[in-house]
């Protein structure tokens, strides 16, 4: 009954995976390869821990 107010970490991770894809386009646009390719590891960490959730979640 009260999963319903749970928040899923799940959804927070893919918000903020997709908020770092964003910012490493923007740095792409700009020509700041560093920050692309820095903010683009980044958001694969995030994917990362987006599968580990869901592997659990299916065990």
């Given at each position: 009954m009260f999963?319903?107010?749970k928040?899923?970490?799940v959804k927070?991770?893919?918000k903020a995976h997709d908020q770092k894809l964003?910012?490493?386009f923007l740095a792409q646009r700009n020509g700041d390869i560093q920050s692309y390719s820095q903010l683009t590891y980044e958001a694969e960490q995030i994917h990362k821990q987006i599968q580990e959730f869901k592997a659990q979640k299916l065990s």
């Open positions: 999963s319903l107010f928040s899923d970490p927070k991770l893919k964003e910012e490493a």
